[in-house]
C-alpha cells in the first residue's frame, strides 16, 4: 500500500513509518516539524515539510500522489496547554484533520487510521475500559480528539470513509535498537521524567497525587510499548476498507502505579532515584487500563512487551544512548 503519514516524524509516528515500512509498505510523511524530528525519520522516506492548515499544500499533493491510505497522528498533544489555549487545539487537531479529510474526500482516498485518545472515556466508574463504555472527554485535548471521531463517523456515513480510531493508552519505550525513541519539549510524562533523574539532569521526580483511591495511593496507568502501539496502526490499516468503522483500545490491560514506575526504574538503572511527593496534578484521573480484547479478537494483535520492566528498560537505552533526545531543538526546561 502507498500510504500517506502525517506526523511521521514524532514518537508514535516515526515508529510507525518504521514498522509500515518494515511491512512492505510505501510510506510519505507529511510533518511541519514544529514538534517533529527530521532525524527520526530514514533518509530514504520522502518527507514533505508542511502544516495540514495549508489546504493548497494538501490538495497538490492529493493530486499528485495516489495514496491507498493515510495514518493520522498530526496534532498536539499536552493537554495542560489545551486548557490553557484551547482554540489551539480545535484549530489544529479539529480544524486542519478536517482539510485533511476534505482533500482525502476529494480524491477518493477512503481508508484512515486516527490517533485517538483513552481520554475520550473522562472519568468512568469502572476498569477496564471498553470501546462502548460512553465518553465523556474532560479536556479541551480529548474533546478535540472525540470531536474528530464523530467527524469520522459522519463521514464513514456520507462517503464510505474507512476509519480506525486508536484510542490510545499511555506510550512508552524506544525502538529496539534505541535510534528512535521519546523526545518530547517539554517533557510532561512520567517514565522519560523518571530516566532523567537516573541520566543526572534531574535532581528527583515528582509524585503527583499520593490520596488517590488505588492501591498505594498513586495513579494507575496502562503503558504500551511504542513498538506495539506501531503494530497495531500496520494491523489496523491492512485490514481496513471502505466505509467500515472501527474503534480500538490500544493498551495492554495491566495498570502501573506512578510508585511502581519509580520502583521498576531503579531497578533497571540502578539508581536511587529519588522521589518527592507533590499534590495532584489538576486533570489526572485514578485509573486508566483497557480491555483490548476487541482489537486482539478482530486484528490478531496483541502487546509483545507485556512487563513494565522491558518497558522502561527499552526508554533507558535509548534515554542513555540519547541524554540530549535527537539534541535537534533548544531545550525550554
Ligand atoms: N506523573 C508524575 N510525575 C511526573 C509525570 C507524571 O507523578 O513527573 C504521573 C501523572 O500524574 C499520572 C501518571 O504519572 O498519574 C502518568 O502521567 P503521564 O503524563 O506520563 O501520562 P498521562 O496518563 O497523563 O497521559
Known sequence: ??????????YIGSHTVRALT?????VVVLDSLVTGHRVALDERVPLIVGDLCDRQLLGELFQSERF?????FAAFIEVGESVRDPLKFYENNVANTINLLQAMQVSGVRKLVFSSTCAVYGTPD???????????PASPYARAKYAVEWALDD?????????????????AGAASDATIGEDHDPESHLIPNVLKVALGQRENVKIFGTDYETPDGTCLR?????EDLAAAHVAAVEALQP?????YNTGTGVGASVREVIDVSRQVTGHAIPAIEESRRPGDVPRLFADSSKIQRELGWSPKYKELREIVASAWRWHQSHP???GDRRRSS
Request: some cysteine.
Open 1 to 10: 500500500m502507498k500510504v500517506l503519514v502525517t506526523g511521521g516524524c514524532g
Open 68 to 72: 491507498d491510505a493515510v495514518v493520522h
Open 155 to 171: 463521514s464513514s456515513a456520507a462517503w464510505q470513509l474507512g476509519y480506525a480510531a486508536l484510542r490510545y493508552f499511555n506510550a
Open 222 to 226: 496502562d503503558y504500551i510499548h511504542v
Open 22 to 26: 518494515a511491512a512492505g509498505h510505501q
Open 126 to 136: 469502572t476498569m477496564p475500559l471498553v470501546e462502548t463504555m460512553a465518553c465523556n
Open 243 to 247: 466505509g467500515e468503522r472501527r474503534i
Open 324 to 326: 540530549e533526545g535527537y
